[in-house]
């Protein structure tokens, strides 16, 4: 039998063996082999070479010999065997270097993916606890910023006046603080929604030159406007989100002020067609600590930070507007804040004149409305009853647990509902579904208010889309929950 060899005289070695497996002839390609040698003591590979007999032909790959990655042929016949060497050191390197680079990019993919994960779940944790943060403060702040409320209306002794409203003041700024956190959450989550609106700008500038005279003059300082000849009088913007932006920055402002005056300037950037780019400048005698980044937010040192959450509530809407926020030096050191801010110009405005509020009217009632409080929470249930019970006009009846609720529901009439949006695990608007199922002929009519501490838009039109009259959020003053009771009442039936 003629063994069958790839011949390839460049990287191919052709030995030729006895019976004995000494070696009676080699070309000498890829090793030195002397006649009549041993190929059983060339390598250790070759130890039991007579196994590779066993067949006429038999194939190893990739084998490793002396720092060779080589192919191996093995072939007999009646006379000799014989052994192709076959050196693909190269070949297999580089199939090695493909392997691994393969391997590391899989690698590379998990760990990705794993990072990726983490982040996620890691943003996820975060907005579940600023959501359980804010639902566990809403409820002790509501009775704190109510009740404190009720008290500064009452006649107290001047000493302890002066105390009730401190406690309500920091009460107001704790609303602040929580709503801060809420709404920098959504920012970084891109789930703003904007509601813009037709605004006189140059007298919403002045009405905020208003407000902070009025706040200067009480710390001890001064506070002007300059509003530039080619500002326009009308622009098109979310007025609360214009409101976020200026106030955060002015009050930023105010901590660092060391002077006399503080100074807001407005000037037109350029204007294209309906389009405006406004310039926003807040300067003053003093320095905000910062290393000055061109156009960019600078950083601040680890020791000193702006003061609360509205910088960087500012810098996240002024990223919805595609407009910018950074701070440059004066001539004399002093800091000063620049933002621009982009917005639309309407070319022909038609504002509708609002028409005049009244305010609800609180007359003693000749006969108690009847109102039920489906509220489990124990601090709210406490809140609501001491705010009705006040005005002398209601009586309350508090149900926590739902079935109690449809039952008394479905035997007596009542006036009114404050209901909490999650009452022992039932859904509100499940149950004010329930309600409107088993509840008698009267009360299938009452008006139903959601108590809540959800902040999401699209929840809160659900519950207005499902039947409730109206969504009063918590934390809320006594004023706030009694303009809606007495606004969702018929009144004439108890005067």
Known sequence: MTPHLDINPQNSQIIVLDENFQVISSNDIIFNL?????????????TQVDLYFESEEKKLNCVEIHDKLLDISFSKN????????????????????????R?????????????NDMLEEAASFKNKFISNFSHEMKSPLTLISAFSSMLVKSDLPLEQN???????????????????????SFLKRNQIELNPETINFIEYLENFKFKYTTKASNLGFSFSLKVGSQVPEYIEIDKRRLDQILTN?????????????????????????????L????????VIPETVASNNLPELSSDIQIKGLGFSIAKELLDVYSGSLYIEKDESGNSVQVANLRVKVPLNVDIPKAAPTESPTKPTF????????AEDNGITQYTAIKVLVNEKNFNTIVFSDPRDLLNAVENKDYDLILMSSSLSQVDAIELLNMIKE??????????????????????????????????????????????????????????
């Open 279 to 286: 310039r926003f400048k807040i300067s003053g005698e003093g």
């Open 249 to 277: 920055l002015i009050e930023n402002a105010i901590y660092f002020n060391n002077g006399e005056n503080i100074v807001l300037t407005v000037k037109e950037n350029q204007r294209r067609a309906s389009k405006a780019s």
């Open 162 to 184: 002066k105390l009730v409203e401190a406690i309500y003041e920091q009460s107001e700024n704790l609303k602040k603080i929580l709503e801060d956190i809420i709404e920098l």
């Open 438 to 495: 088993f509840a008698n002929d009267h009360n299938k009519k009452i008006p139903v208010i959601a108590l809540t501490t959800e902040t999401d838009k699209k929840r809160i039109s659900e519950f207005k889309k499902s039947g409730f009259k109206q969504v009063v959020q918590k934390p809320y003053t006594d004023d706030e929950l009694l303009e809606s009771v007495y606004s969702n009442l018929k009144i004439k039936k108890f005067i």
């Open 34 to 46: 002397k006649e009549g040698s041993s190929i059983e003591q060339f390598h250790p590979f070759f």
């Open 103 to 115: 391997n590391e990019s899989y690698i590379f993919n998990e760990v990705l993916e794993l990072k």
């Open 78 to 101: 009646a006379s000799n065997r014989t052994i192709q060497l076959v050196d693909n050191s190269v070949f297999y390197s580089r199939l090695q270097e493909i392997a691994q680079k």
């Open 366 to 373: 000749s006969e108690k409305a009847k109102i039920i409080i």
